[in-house]
Protein backbone atom coordinates (compact mmCIF):
# COMPACT_ATOMS: atom_id res chain seq x y z
CA UNK A 1 0.00 0.00 0.00
CA UNK A 2 1.02 3.81 -0.65
CA UNK A 3 2.27 5.89 2.23
CA UNK A 4 -0.24 8.02 3.29
CA UNK A 5 1.41 11.45 1.60
CA UNK A 6 1.59 9.60 -2.14
CA UNK A 7 -1.61 8.12 -1.17
CA UNK A 8 -3.41 11.85 -0.92
CA UNK A 9 -1.15 13.15 -3.77
CA UNK A 10 -3.19 10.36 -5.98
CA UNK A 11 -6.82 10.76 -4.59
CA UNK A 12 -6.22 14.32 -5.26
CA UNK A 13 -5.65 13.79 -8.73
CA UNK A 14 -8.04 11.20 -9.35
CA UNK A 15 -10.94 13.77 -7.82
CA UNK A 16 -9.45 16.89 -10.12
CA UNK A 17 -9.83 14.18 -12.77
CA UNK A 18 -13.53 14.13 -13.40
CA UNK A 19 -16.85 15.77 -11.29
CA UNK A 20 -18.00 12.98 -9.38
CA UNK A 21 -16.24 9.68 -7.80
CA UNK A 22 -18.15 6.78 -6.43
CA UNK A 23 -16.66 5.57 -2.67
CA UNK A 24 -16.43 2.61 -3.97
CA UNK A 25 -14.55 3.19 -6.92
CA UNK A 26 -12.22 5.25 -5.64
CA UNK A 27 -11.15 2.18 -2.87
CA UNK A 28 -10.65 -0.25 -6.17
CA UNK A 29 -8.68 2.66 -7.98
CA UNK A 30 -6.46 3.09 -4.68
CA UNK A 31 -6.31 -0.56 -3.72
CA UNK A 32 -7.58 0.55 -0.22
CA UNK A 33 -10.55 0.10 1.81
CA UNK A 34 -13.59 2.74 1.68
CA UNK A 35 -13.06 3.15 5.24
CA UNK A 36 -9.08 4.60 4.12
CA UNK A 37 -10.93 6.63 1.60
CA UNK A 38 -12.81 8.42 3.94
CA UNK A 39 -10.27 8.90 6.18
CA UNK A 40 -7.88 10.27 3.05
CA UNK A 41 -10.87 12.42 2.23
CA UNK A 42 -10.96 13.91 6.06
CA UNK A 43 -7.17 14.49 5.71
CA UNK A 44 -7.69 16.05 2.75
CA UNK A 45 -10.43 18.61 4.36
CA UNK A 46 -8.13 19.36 6.59
CA UNK A 47 -5.42 20.82 4.37
CA UNK A 48 -8.45 23.31 2.47
CA UNK A 49 -9.39 21.02 0.24
CA UNK A 50 -13.31 21.05 -0.49
CA UNK A 51 -14.47 17.83 -0.88
CA UNK A 52 -18.02 17.43 -1.00
CA UNK A 53 -19.78 13.95 0.40
CA UNK A 54 -22.90 12.38 -1.12
CA UNK A 55 -25.09 9.73 0.51
CA UNK A 56 -27.08 7.42 -1.51
CA UNK A 57 -27.07 4.52 -3.77
CA UNK A 58 -24.74 6.91 -5.67
CA UNK A 59 -22.87 8.59 -2.84
CA UNK A 60 -19.35 9.14 -3.24
CA UNK A 61 -17.19 12.47 -3.60
CA UNK A 62 -16.38 15.34 -5.77
CA UNK A 63 -13.82 18.20 -5.49
CA UNK A 64 -15.97 21.48 -5.30
CA UNK A 65 -14.56 24.38 -6.19
CA UNK A 66 -13.28 26.95 -3.93
CA UNK A 67 -12.35 31.02 -2.65
CA UNK A 68 -9.20 30.05 -1.21
CA UNK A 69 -8.41 26.59 -3.36
CA UNK A 70 -4.98 25.67 -2.94
CA UNK A 71 -2.50 24.78 -5.77
CA UNK A 72 -4.11 22.32 -8.23
CA UNK A 73 -2.00 18.82 -9.00
CA UNK A 74 -0.57 18.71 -12.29
CA UNK A 75 1.26 14.67 -13.51
CA UNK A 76 3.79 15.08 -16.20
CA UNK A 77 1.45 14.72 -19.06
CA UNK A 78 -0.70 17.89 -17.37
CA UNK A 79 2.42 20.18 -16.22
CA UNK A 80 3.44 19.82 -20.06
CA UNK A 81 0.34 20.75 -21.74
CA UNK A 82 0.01 23.72 -19.48
CA UNK A 83 3.19 25.08 -20.19
CA UNK A 84 2.95 24.50 -23.91
CA UNK A 85 -0.44 25.98 -23.74
CA UNK A 86 0.89 29.54 -22.14
CA UNK A 87 3.74 29.66 -24.54
CA UNK A 88 1.62 29.73 -27.61
CA UNK A 89 -0.64 31.96 -26.02
CA UNK A 90 1.23 34.64 -26.19
CA UNK A 91 1.20 34.63 -29.76
CA UNK A 92 -2.49 34.36 -29.54
CA UNK A 93 -3.30 38.35 -30.79
CA UNK A 94 -5.35 38.66 -27.50
CA UNK A 95 -3.37 41.39 -25.62
CA UNK A 96 -2.30 38.27 -22.78
CA UNK A 97 1.24 38.30 -23.58
CA UNK A 98 2.11 39.47 -20.02
CA UNK A 99 -0.09 37.25 -17.79
CA UNK A 100 0.31 34.43 -20.06
CA UNK A 101 3.86 35.07 -18.96
CA UNK A 102 3.19 35.75 -15.46
CA UNK A 103 0.65 32.36 -14.71
CA UNK A 104 3.63 30.42 -16.55
CA UNK A 105 5.63 31.57 -13.47
CA UNK A 106 3.40 31.03 -11.03
CA UNK A 107 2.83 27.26 -12.33
CA UNK A 108 6.10 26.65 -12.31
CA UNK A 109 6.77 28.09 -8.57
CA UNK A 110 4.33 24.94 -7.27
CA UNK A 111 6.23 22.73 -9.29
CA UNK A 112 8.04 19.94 -7.86
CA UNK A 113 11.45 19.98 -9.20
CA UNK A 114 11.18 17.13 -11.22
CA UNK A 115 8.55 18.91 -13.17
CA UNK A 116 9.81 22.23 -13.09
CA UNK A 117 13.45 20.66 -14.99
CA UNK A 118 10.69 19.39 -18.02
CA UNK A 119 8.78 22.75 -18.51
CA UNK A 120 12.25 24.45 -18.21
CA UNK A 121 13.35 22.60 -20.96
CA UNK A 122 10.23 22.61 -23.39
CA UNK A 123 10.75 25.93 -25.40
CA UNK A 124 7.99 26.58 -28.02
CA UNK A 125 8.55 29.11 -31.27
CA UNK A 126 5.91 29.47 -33.20
CA UNK A 127 6.07 30.46 -36.32
CA UNK A 128 3.77 31.96 -38.63
CA UNK A 129 3.42 33.43 -42.34
CA UNK A 130 4.89 36.68 -42.81
CA UNK A 131 2.80 39.66 -42.24
CA UNK A 132 3.46 43.20 -44.09
CA UNK A 133 1.50 44.59 -40.78
CA UNK A 134 1.56 43.36 -37.93
CA UNK A 135 -1.01 41.53 -35.94
CA UNK A 136 -3.66 43.94 -34.05
CA UNK A 137 -4.45 43.27 -30.48
CA UNK A 138 -7.80 42.43 -28.95
CA UNK A 139 -8.79 43.75 -25.85
CA UNK A 140 -9.50 40.44 -23.03
CA UNK A 141 -12.45 42.26 -22.19
CA UNK A 142 -13.87 42.41 -25.47
CA UNK A 143 -13.13 38.86 -26.11
CA UNK A 144 -14.76 37.78 -22.80
CA UNK A 145 -17.52 40.26 -24.00
CA UNK A 146 -17.79 38.29 -27.40
CA UNK A 147 -17.37 34.89 -25.91
CA UNK A 148 -20.31 35.45 -23.49
CA UNK A 149 -22.87 36.31 -26.16
CA UNK A 150 -21.80 33.30 -28.53
CA UNK A 151 -22.35 30.89 -25.51
CA UNK A 152 -25.45 32.49 -23.99
CA UNK A 153 -26.79 32.96 -27.68
CA UNK A 154 -27.78 36.49 -27.65
CA UNK A 155 -28.01 39.06 -29.87
CA UNK A 156 -25.14 41.14 -30.15
CA UNK A 157 -25.10 45.14 -30.81
CA UNK A 158 -22.14 46.45 -31.38
CA UNK A 159 -19.83 49.48 -33.18
CA UNK A 160 -17.74 48.77 -36.20
CA UNK A 161 -14.89 50.77 -37.05
CA UNK A 162 -13.36 51.10 -40.29
CA UNK A 163 -10.91 49.65 -41.69
CA UNK A 164 -7.36 51.50 -42.64
CA UNK A 165 -7.30 48.27 -45.35
CA UNK A 166 -9.53 46.09 -46.83
CA UNK A 167 -9.75 42.58 -44.86
CA UNK A 168 -10.87 39.79 -47.04
CA UNK A 169 -13.32 38.35 -44.75
CA UNK A 170 -14.70 42.21 -43.50
CA UNK A 171 -18.27 43.13 -44.89
CA UNK A 172 -19.90 46.60 -44.81
CA UNK A 173 -17.86 47.73 -41.97
CA UNK A 174 -18.31 51.87 -42.56
CA UNK A 175 -17.06 54.56 -40.58
CA UNK A 176 -20.65 56.35 -38.75
CA UNK A 177 -23.11 53.76 -39.19
CA UNK A 178 -25.95 52.62 -36.97
CA UNK A 179 -24.82 49.90 -34.59
CA UNK A 180 -24.84 46.57 -36.61
CA UNK A 181 -27.21 43.86 -34.69
CA UNK A 182 -26.12 39.82 -35.25
CA UNK A 183 -26.16 36.39 -34.32
CA UNK A 184 -22.85 35.48 -32.74
CA UNK A 185 -22.52 31.80 -33.58
CA UNK A 186 -18.30 31.60 -32.88
CA UNK A 187 -15.09 33.32 -32.16
CA UNK A 188 -12.21 32.17 -34.09
CA UNK A 189 -8.91 32.99 -34.93
CA UNK A 190 -7.39 33.40 -38.40
CA UNK A 191 -3.70 33.98 -39.19
CA UNK A 192 -3.22 35.87 -35.73
CA UNK A 193 -6.21 37.71 -36.06
CA UNK A 194 -9.53 37.03 -33.77
CA UNK A 195 -12.81 37.19 -35.65
CA UNK A 196 -16.66 36.92 -34.76
CA UNK A 197 -18.51 34.12 -37.09
CA UNK A 198 -22.19 35.82 -36.91
CA UNK A 199 -25.42 36.30 -38.93
CA UNK A 200 -26.02 39.80 -39.53
CA UNK A 201 -29.76 40.60 -39.01
CA UNK A 202 -30.48 43.49 -40.80
CA UNK A 203 -28.57 42.12 -44.44
CA UNK A 204 -29.79 38.78 -43.88
CA UNK A 205 -26.69 37.06 -44.16
CA UNK A 206 -23.72 35.51 -42.81
CA UNK A 207 -20.78 37.79 -41.71
CA UNK A 208 -17.22 37.76 -40.37
CA UNK A 209 -16.08 40.82 -38.42
CA UNK A 210 -12.55 41.63 -37.25
CA UNK A 211 -12.63 41.53 -33.39
CA UNK A 212 -10.11 44.23 -32.79
CA UNK A 213 -12.65 46.62 -34.51
CA UNK A 214 -15.58 45.69 -32.32
CA UNK A 215 -17.03 47.78 -29.34
CA UNK A 216 -19.46 45.70 -27.95
CA UNK A 217 -22.92 47.73 -27.03
CA UNK A 218 -25.39 46.78 -23.84
CA UNK A 219 -27.35 45.13 -23.31
CA UNK A 220 -27.32 42.03 -25.28
CA UNK A 221 -30.37 39.93 -26.01
CA UNK A 222 -33.02 38.87 -26.93
CA UNK A 223 -32.20 34.83 -26.99
CA UNK A 224 -32.33 33.26 -30.67
CA UNK A 225 -32.17 29.82 -31.60
CA UNK A 226 -28.86 28.98 -33.48
CA UNK A 227 -28.73 28.77 -37.43
CA UNK A 228 -27.24 26.22 -39.07
CA UNK A 229 -23.52 27.55 -40.68
CA UNK A 230 -23.40 26.75 -44.28
CA UNK A 231 -21.00 23.57 -44.81
CA UNK A 232 -21.87 23.05 -40.74
CA UNK A 233 -17.72 23.22 -40.35
CA UNK A 234 -16.54 26.90 -39.00
CA UNK A 235 -13.43 26.65 -39.76
CA UNK A 236 -14.22 25.59 -43.64
CA UNK A 237 -16.34 28.10 -43.29
CA UNK A 238 -14.18 31.14 -42.36
CA UNK A 239 -11.55 29.57 -45.16
CA UNK A 240 -14.31 29.99 -47.75
CA UNK A 241 -14.78 33.92 -46.42
CA UNK A 242 -10.99 34.46 -46.91
CA UNK A 243 -10.90 32.58 -49.94
CA UNK A 244 -13.79 34.98 -51.34
CA UNK A 245 -15.59 31.81 -52.15
CA UNK A 246 -19.61 32.08 -51.76
CA UNK A 247 -20.83 28.97 -49.83
CA UNK A 248 -18.03 27.04 -52.16
CA UNK A 249 -15.18 25.06 -50.72
CA UNK A 250 -13.11 26.69 -54.20
CA UNK A 251 -11.66 29.65 -54.84
CA UNK A 252 -13.15 32.37 -57.12
CA UNK A 253 -10.73 32.09 -59.57
CA UNK A 254 -8.79 28.55 -60.28
CA UNK A 255 -6.30 28.00 -63.51
CA UNK A 256 -4.40 25.12 -64.91
CA UNK A 257 -0.84 26.02 -66.41
CA UNK A 258 2.15 23.97 -67.37
CA UNK A 259 5.66 24.97 -66.37
CA UNK A 260 9.18 23.92 -67.07
CA UNK A 261 10.08 23.24 -63.43
CA UNK A 262 10.54 20.23 -61.22
CA UNK A 263 7.42 19.30 -59.37
CA UNK A 264 9.29 19.16 -56.07
CA UNK A 265 10.39 22.34 -56.98
CA UNK A 266 7.14 23.80 -57.17
CA UNK A 267 5.43 21.88 -54.62
CA UNK A 268 7.25 23.93 -52.22
CA UNK A 269 5.94 27.01 -52.73
CA UNK A 270 2.61 26.15 -53.26
CA UNK A 271 0.88 24.22 -50.70
CA UNK A 272 -2.80 25.04 -51.75
CA UNK A 273 -2.14 23.78 -55.39
CA UNK A 274 -2.30 20.62 -56.99
CA UNK A 275 1.25 19.53 -58.97
CA UNK A 276 1.44 16.76 -61.34
CA UNK A 277 4.92 15.50 -62.43
CA UNK A 278 5.12 15.21 -66.54
CA UNK A 279 8.94 15.23 -66.89
CA UNK A 280 12.37 15.89 -64.99
CA UNK A 281 11.86 19.73 -65.81
CA UNK A 282 8.01 20.02 -66.47
CA UNK A 283 5.34 19.67 -64.60
CA UNK A 284 1.52 20.36 -64.24
CA UNK A 285 0.14 23.22 -61.69
CA UNK A 286 -3.67 23.82 -61.08
CA UNK A 287 -4.38 26.83 -58.15
CA UNK A 288 -6.39 29.26 -57.23
CA UNK A 289 -6.64 32.60 -55.91
CA UNK A 290 -9.56 35.73 -55.01
CA UNK A 291 -8.43 37.62 -58.98
CA UNK A 292 -7.53 36.55 -62.26
CA UNK A 293 -4.70 38.76 -62.18
CA UNK A 294 -3.77 37.39 -58.44
CA UNK A 295 -3.43 33.64 -59.74
CA UNK A 296 -1.46 35.48 -63.02
CA UNK A 297 0.64 36.78 -60.77
CA UNK A 298 0.92 34.40 -58.40
CA UNK A 299 2.36 31.32 -61.11
CA UNK A 300 4.63 34.27 -62.76
CA UNK A 301 7.32 34.16 -59.67
CA UNK A 302 8.15 31.20 -61.00
CA UNK A 303 11.47 31.75 -62.74
CA UNK A 304 9.97 29.17 -65.71
CA UNK A 305 8.34 29.30 -69.09
CA UNK A 306 4.35 29.01 -68.69
CA UNK A 307 2.02 27.55 -70.76
CA UNK A 308 -1.66 28.36 -69.95
CA UNK A 309 -3.85 25.06 -70.27
CA UNK A 310 -7.39 27.05 -69.39
CA UNK A 311 -9.63 29.27 -68.27
CA UNK A 312 -9.33 32.02 -70.90
CA UNK A 313 -9.52 34.36 -68.43
CA UNK A 314 -6.06 33.59 -67.10
CA UNK A 315 -4.85 34.24 -71.00
CA UNK A 316 -6.44 37.46 -70.51
CA UNK A 317 -4.97 38.39 -67.07
CA UNK A 318 -1.33 37.30 -68.11
CA UNK A 319 -1.98 39.49 -71.60
CA UNK A 320 -2.97 42.46 -69.00
CA UNK A 321 0.68 41.96 -66.64
CA UNK A 322 2.02 41.60 -69.51
CA UNK A 323 1.03 45.16 -70.92
CA UNK A 324 1.62 46.53 -67.73
CA UNK A 325 4.71 44.99 -66.69
CA UNK A 326 6.18 46.32 -70.31
CA UNK A 327 4.87 49.85 -68.97
CA UNK A 328 7.01 49.75 -65.53
CA UNK A 329 9.78 49.04 -67.29
CA UNK A 330 10.17 51.79 -70.06
CA UNK A 331 8.59 54.49 -67.83
CA UNK A 332 5.47 54.75 -69.84
CA UNK A 333 2.57 56.17 -67.70
CA UNK A 334 -0.33 53.41 -66.63
CA UNK A 335 -3.23 53.50 -68.70
CA UNK A 336 -4.48 50.04 -68.89
CA UNK A 337 -7.73 50.18 -66.78
CA UNK A 338 -8.46 47.24 -64.00
CA UNK A 339 -8.92 43.91 -65.64
CA UNK A 340 -12.99 42.65 -64.84
Not at 330 to 336: D, F, I, Q
Request: aromatic share 6%; proline share 9%; charged share 25%.
Amino acid sequence: MQKTSARLLSLLSLLQARRHWPGGLLAERLDISPRTVRRDVDRLRELGYPVVATKGPDGGYRLDAGAELPPLLFDDEQAVALAVALQVAATSGAGIEEAAGRALHSVRQVMPARLRRRIDTLQVTVVERPSVRPHPQVDGGVLMALSAVVHAREVLRFDYAPASAPVAADHDGNAGSPPRRVQPHHLVTWGGRWYLVAWDLDREDWRTFRADRITPRTPSGPRFTPRELPGGDVAAFVADRFRGADGSADWPCRGEVLLDLPAAAVSRHTPDGLVEELGPNRCRLVLGSWSWPGLAATIGRFDADIEVVGPAELNDAFGHLARRYANAATGTPATLPPIQ
